[in-house]
Antibody
């Protein structure tokens, strides 16, 4: 059974870099059938998709975050990571990693999620 | 970006009630609409994909319908464990977007 587990800094100072990793178990991150996404949820708010990465290393980012964002893949450790630069209080959220499914006729969805990691941006 | 609008933002119902949640897209998204259930302190869970296909393990009292821009999530006979926030998500474009959620209280 596929499982995803987020880890990283839970407290980040304003203007610094938020760094998170997602460990994938029970499946391979090199499976070309899927992509690997980050999604966040500010306190008491809805869900915002951040971006994804494919096994090829190709990425697609939410334009609202693109200038500050890097998502990378570590195939040897079966994990993927997120780096968000120049953070502000508005980046405070629960950050989830998720597996993204895409089928040409059926669209795109997230079929497996990590439990989430709360990140606070504060001095 | 495709905007997703859910209604109502919240609702209160009784055990055994039939509950309907609506989701409207700002443009035609075919049947590329998914529903997630999120309980407090938990990650969202995929419930329905491709507008009407139930994810494995989801009770059959849940159903989804719609195509184009208007979609509905129906809970046929509300149970205590269905108390949660439900989100729709469009998967028609690479820039995934979610509705703002509907909180269901029992």
């Amino acid at each position: 059974q596929l499982q995803l587990q987020e880890s990283g800094s839970r407290l980040v100072k304003p203007s610094q870099t938020l760094s998170l990793s997602c460990a994938v178990s029970g499946g391979s991150i090199t499976d070309d059938s899927y992509s690997w996404s980050w999604i966040r949820q500010p306190p008491a708010k809805g869900l915002e998709w951040i971006g994804y990465i494919y096994n090829s290393g190709g990425t697609y980012y939410n334009p609202s975050l693109q200038s500050r964002l890097t998502i990378s893949l570590d195939r040897s450790r079966n994990r993927f990571s997120l780096r968000l630069n120049s953070v502000t209080a508005a980046d405070t959220a629960i950050y989830y990693c998720a597996r993204s499914v895409w089928r040409f006729e059926d669209g795109r969805w997230f079929d497996t999620w990590g439990q989430g990691i709360p990140v606070t941006v504060s001095s | 970006d495709i905007q997703m609008t859910q209604s109502p933002p919240s609702l209160s119902a009784s055990v055994g009630d039939r509950v309907t949640i609506s989701c409207r897209a700002s443009q035609n998204i075919s049947t590329h609409l998914n529903w997630y259930q999120q309980k407090p302190g938990e990650a969202p869970k995929l419930f329905i994909y491709r507008a009407s296909t139930l994810q494995l393990g989801v009770p059959s009292r849940f159903s989804g319908s719609g195509s184009g821009a208007d979609f509905t999530l129906t809970i046929r006979s509300l149970q205590p464990g269905d108390s949660a926030t439900y989100y729709c998500q469009q998967g028609h474009t690479i820039l995934y977007t979610f509705g703002q959620g509907t909180k269901v209280e029992i």
